[in-house]
Each structure stands twice: as structure tokens, then as C-alpha cells.
């Protein structure tokens, strides 16, 4: 287990939030639409969070279906440590994924944001995230789309964190991607938080 080193003035103005777990795999009901997927992740948390150690972001590998047709498996490890004054804008994680389209040109397949559970030692959580595609909202342009095989991409990703900054997107969704986390907090019952759930011991 990872051991956070804090000093006496820091344990009283800072919680500590630890998040390990792995993308697991993409499920799609009737397969992927296209080949050669990989997965970017992008962490997104609120003005008063830092990140201690771990990646802000990263990109797995390009992965295929094997005998499920309907899966495809990433086994690509998330780790980081983020430290705190208040919980307002609780770390979220955003998904993009891309791959290849029958005219082998990368494009997006799909989007995805999961806010990392709350602490809750050794306990490891599940989360089965929808993936959705962007669309035009013109016909026109939905058509070109539908021709060329390459769906709208959102300059940004991580703006999906914010409710705010993507109201009246339309999209569609399909598929899935499958996620399991685990988070251990340090410091948050000197600070008088309480998440309801059991906290490493703060001694």
C-alpha cells in the first residue's frame, strides 16, 4: 500500500485521496465499429486539487477483439495520488476513445467520464460507463459524416466534467467501458470529513 509522508502542518490543511485501478475493457453489444482501438485518459478535478504523483493523463495500447467479438480488452493500470483543501470538484475521470474506420482513418468512437468512487478501504468498485459519439446537428454535415466514416470530435474532452460547458450536445450513445477503482483517503477525518465509509487511520 502506497504510504503518504505528510508533515504536521500539512495533515491539518490537506486530505489526501489515492485512486489505483485499471481500465479494464470496451463492450459493445454488436461489436466495435471499426478496429485498432486505444483509450486516452484524462483526469479532471476542481481548482483545489493537485496531483501529488501518478499521470494527469495517458493513452493505452491499440488493442483488437479476440474470440469475444463484442469486447476488447486494455488492462491498462490508473494510479495517482491528488491532495486537497475541501471535496468541491471530486476527481473525475474522462475517456476518449478512437479508432480506425473501414477507410482506415483514425476517428473517435465514443466518450466516457466516471467521477473516482469515495474512500473506502480495500473495497474495489465496478463502473460500467456509457460510451457516447458527438453528432452533427445539421443533416448535411451528418451526412458527410456518415460517408467519410469520421464522427465529431470535441476539441476539449475534459469540458464533459462540467455540466455547464456542454449543455444541448447531442450525441448517441453505444457501448461501454468497463472500469474498476479503488480510492483510499489520508488526512480527511482532521479535517472533519466524513464520507461515510471507513478512512485509512490518520495517525
Known sequence: MLELQLTSGESE???????TGQLESAHFPMGPDGGG????YDIVAGPDWELV???RS??????RTESDYRTVVFNMPVEFTMKSTNPHGWPQIIFSLYGANIWNVETNRGYARVHCPL???????????P??????SNLCSAAMSWLSGVNPELRDPKILADGSK??????ETY???????????RGSSRMALDWGQTAVDDR
Do not use: M
Open 13 to 19: 490543511s490537506f486530505f489526501h485521496l489515492t485512486v
Open 37 to 40: 482501438l486505444f483509450c486516452r
Open 53 to 55: 504523483s501518478g499521470l
Open 58 to 63: 495517458a493513452v493505452t495500447q491499440s488493442a
Open 119 to 129: 474512500s473506502g478501504a480495500g473495497t474495489e468498485r465496478t463502473i460500467r460507463a
Open 131 to 136: 460510451l457516447f459519439i458527438p453528432k452533427y
Open 166 to 171: 456542454h449543455k444541448g450536445l447531442a450525441c
Open 175 to 185: 457501448g461501454e467501458l468497463v472500469v474498476r477503482l479503488q480510492a483510499i483517503s
